[in-house]
């Protein structure tokens, strides 16, 4: 893999292509509280950064709304439904500060959220936006794969969002599997898929084609490998400063990588996983001070967002932005962005060996490993765990200094979190959900580990 200093990263990567643009609709903010309390200032609707799109020349903005997480509600039956109303208000406010990017797929929110967005975006201009979903056919059932089952999914993608087209559109999590190459072939050439999305992109109703990157590195370059063939509009990888060059943490493909053999074909980037699954946004206090002797007042959230945003070959960096405070904080980062500097990346090389030696499980929420069939919480065991990891209270011995707190912490906010059929014990081990992990997580064996934890509290035993 081709090694890129932080130094040549500012150089060739820095933050030129930034522009910005009135406010779409101008209203006024409702709170200027960040996602951490503190106050966070007024939120600007005219100074969002943009880039530019190189093949189609769209100006997006930096900030991507990602929708795989929109907020629930019960319904009369008391079943879970989205929250259309907070949704809607979450998309009204986001576009009048400037955001114009909505990324979606069919698979998201148990199929809810293709629905749901575009009720939301509907009730705007069709030319304040561009909506991105996927071709979510990666799948084990051989009819996902057929040529099909690809034109259905494409259809019911416009239906749902009430579109006449989308302007990018991706095959969903390429690069996984035992054979990665065969895989692809398999999704995309042996069923004429491809040659439809070709035909698609010169009718129209595809903008910009692109795919979304999961996986081994050797299906990583054989997509590249059909670049010229194929063009691609852009490519979906995931980049924080964590991924930069220790994703094999997480199994994936160093960031590093991936954006240097973008940028050598001039292939613009969709960031996701900016915040890790949200433990970016969660550093223990050895991390913080660090954090804030540079900058006292910006959160770990917006130091990761910084660093996400910096590379000028980035097109838009993607958030799932359930909460009104978190939209509003990421907003007032990327408007307009201030990039990274060298000292600011220096201090984040000591963070990262600070996160290296903690015991997280590499889980980024993303669900797509549920539901479990025996009705386990799986992302939320492993995001409670995570979180006493990052506030430095998990145990390693019943003679740590704060042992009795630690384990009340523990034990009480795993049943307020999750109910109790559903946590780690019940794991039956059937090893459904590991290859639906983008991580490549043993989701079995981590399952273990939080049980076996969790019961050494509960019954006062040494670890």
């Known amino acids: 893999m081709k090694n890129i200093s932080r130094r040549n990263f500012l150089k060739t990567l820095g933050v030129g292509a930034a522009v910005t643009t009135t406010a779409l609709y101008g209203c006024k903010p409702k709170n200027t509280v ?16 943009y880039r530019i799109n190189p093949f189609t020349k769209d100006k997006v903005s930096l900030l991507g709304y990602g929708c795989m997480r ?23 406010y986001a576009i009048s500060h400037g955001v114009n990017y909505f ?26 936006f561009y909506i991105a979903t996927k071709l979510s056919t990666g799948r084990n059932d051989p009819y996902t794969r057929s040529l099909k089952a690809a034109k259905e999914m494409f259809e019911n993608s416009l239906k749902n969002l009430q579109v006449d087209y989308i302007d990018y559109y991706l095959v969903h999590s390429v690069g996984g599997g035992k054979d990665p190459i065969r895989e692809i072939d398999n999704r995309l050439y042996d069923n004429g898929v491809m040659d439809f999305l070709q035909a698609e992109r010169k009718a129209g109703r595809i903008r910009n084609l692109g795919w979304s990157f999961h996986g081994d590195v050797k299906g990583f370059d054989y997509m590249l490998s059909l670049h010229e063939k194929v063009q691609w509009d852009f490519v979906q990888i995931q980049l924080n400063y ?8 997480g199994r994936n493909v ?12 001039g292939i613009p980037s969709v960031i996701m996983e ?21 900058r006292p007042e910006d959160t770990p959230a ?3 967002f910084r660093y996400a945003g910096t590379p000028e070959s980035v097109l838009t960096v993607l958030s799932g932005m359930v909460y009104m405070e978190h939209l509003q904080e990421n907003i007032r980062t990327y408007a307009p962005l201030q990039p990274l500097n060298e000292q600011e990346y220096e201090a984040l090389e000591k963070v990262t060996q600070i996160m290296l030696n903690s015991d997280y499980i590499q889980c980024t929420t993303c669900q797509y490993c549920m539901p479990c069939p025996y009705g386990l919480d799986i992302p939320g065991i492993f995001d409670h765990y995570n979180r006493c990891v990052s506030a430095g209270q998990r145990l390693n011995s019943s003679n740590d200094p704060n042992y009795k707190e630690a384990r009340r912490a523990f034990l009480l906010g795993y049943d307020r979190k999750i109910p109790k059929f ?28 939080v049980n076996e934890y969790a019961e050494r509290l509960k019954q006062r035993k040494e670890f």
């Open 254 to 265: 160093n960031a590093e990588y991936l954006i240097a053999e973008l940028e050598k074909r």
């Open 302 to 304: 917006q130091w990761a």
């Open 34 to 49: 960040s996602a951490e309390g503190g106050a966070i200032g007024e939120v600007p609707t005219d100074k969002m950064t």
């Open 274 to 294: 900016p915040l890790l699954g949200g433990r970016l946004a969660r550093v223990n206090t050895q991390a913080m001070n660090i954090m804030k002797e540079i």
């Open 103 to 128: 990324d979606t797929a069919p698979v998201y929110i148990r199929g809810w959220s293709e629905t749901s967005t575009g009720i939301a975006l509907k009730r705007h201009p069709r030319d304040k």
């Open 70 to 92: 929109w907020p629930l509600r019960k319904n009369a039956n008391g079943e879970d439904e989205v929250d259309q109303d907070m949704v809607n208000e979450l998309v009204d």
């Open 242 to 249: 964590i991924d930069w060059q220790h994703a094999s943490v």
């Open 422 to 449: 559903r946590q780690a014990d019940h794991c039956t081990e059937c090893g459904l959900c590991k290859p639906l992990c983008p991580q490549r997580i043993d989701i079995p064996k981590e399952m273990r580990r």
